[in-house]
C-alpha cells in the first residue's frame, strides 16, 4: 500500500491556474476511475474537493477541476485565488480492496 | 445539521488499547458506509479501514490489520475503532469519515490520540 506520489510544493500567483499530479499505478490510479480529492487548510478537517477523477460535490467551485491520463491524475485549480492556499491530497481506491492516499502537495498562492 | 463527532481520544502506553467512538447525526447512519482515516503530527492522511452499511464488508490498512477493529451500531446511529497494541507511531488524529460518491465525503473533527510512554 504505497502512498501516492505528489509533488511536495506548488505555487501560483493570483489568476493564474496551477496543476497537481498524482501519480499511481495500474494497480490503482490508473485500474480505477476512484480518484479523489481532498482540500485542507492548516488546522481544519479535509474537504472532498473532486470525486470520480472529474466530479466535483454541490458547492465546490468549478475553479476546481480533475482528469486522469494512464496512471497520474491531476488536479487544476483555475482563476487561484489567496483562499485556495492549503494542502491538497489525492486519493484511489486500489487492487487490494484499499485505500491509498497521495503524501499531499502543500499550495502556496503568491 | 449533518455532522460526525468522534470521542475516546486521549494518551495510551505503549501496548495499551483504546476505543474510538463516532456518532453519526443529521442523516441516516445506516445508508451509509463508513471509514477511518487518520493523520500523524504534520503528516498526511492514511486510511484505516472500511465497513460497509450492514457490516458485512470490513477492509482495513495493512499497517493496523490485527490490532485495529472497526464496528459500527446503526441503531446507536455509531461507529467504532477497536485499537489494540497501540504503538509510537499509531500517534495521530483519527477521523471518522462518511463514504459517499467512492470518496471521502464528509468528515468528523477527529479525535487524538497519543502513545507514550
Known amino acids: 500500500q504505497s502512498a501516492l506520489t505528489q509533488p511536495a510544493s506548488v505555487s501560483g500567483s493570483p489568476g493564474q491556474s496551477i496543476t497537481i499530479s498524482c501519480t499511481g499505478t495500474?494497480?490503482?490510479?490508473?485500474?480505477?476511475?476512484?480518484v479523489s480529492w481532498y482540500q485542507q487548510h492548516p488546522g481544519k478537517t479535509p474537504k472532498l474537493m473532486i470525486y470520480?477523477?472529474?466530479n466535483r460535490p454541490s458547492g465546490v467551485s468549478n475553479r476546481f477541476s480533475g482528469s486522469k491520463s494512464g496512471n497520474t491524475a491531476s488536479l487544476t485549480i483555475s482563476g487561484l485565488q489567496a483562499e485556495d492556499e492549503a494542502d491538497y491530497y489525492c486519493?484511489?481506491?486500489?487492487?487490494?480492496?484499499?485505500?491509498?492516499f497521495g503524501g499531499g502537495t502543500k499550495l502556496t498562492v503568491l | 445539521q449533518v455532522q460526525l463527532m468522534e470521542s475516546g481520544g486521549g494518551l495510551v502506553k505503549p501496548g495499551g488499547s483504546l476505543r474510538l467512538s463516532c456518532a453519526g447525526s443529521?442523516?441516516?447512519?445506516?445508508?451509509?458506509?463508513m471509514t477511518w482515516v487518520r493523520q500523524a503530527p504534520g503528516k498526511g492522511l492514511e486510511w484505516l479501514s472500511y465497513i460497509s452499511s450492514s457490516s458485512s464488508t470490513i477492509y482495513y490498512a495493512d499497517s493496523v490489520k490485527g490490532r485495529f477493529t472497526i464496528s459500527r451500531d446503526n441503531a446507536e446511529k455509531s461507529l467504532y475503532l477497536q485499537m489494540n497494541s497501540l504503538r509510537a507511531e499509531d500517534t495521530a488524529i483519527y477521523y471518522c469519515?462518511?463514504?459517499?460518491?467512492?470518496?471521502?465525503?464528509?468528515w468528523g473533527q477527529g479525535t487524538m490520540v497519543t502513545v507514550s510512554s
Open positions: 443529521g442523516f441516516t447512519f445506516s445508508d451509509f458506509y
Open positions: 469519515v462518511r463514504f459517499r460518491l467512492n470518496a471521502f465525503e464528509m
Open positions: 470520480e477523477v472529474s
Open positions: 486519493s484511489s481506491y486500489t487492487s487490494s480492496t484499499t485505500w491509498v
Open positions: 495500474s494497480r490503482d490510479v490508473g485500474g480505477y476511475n476512484y
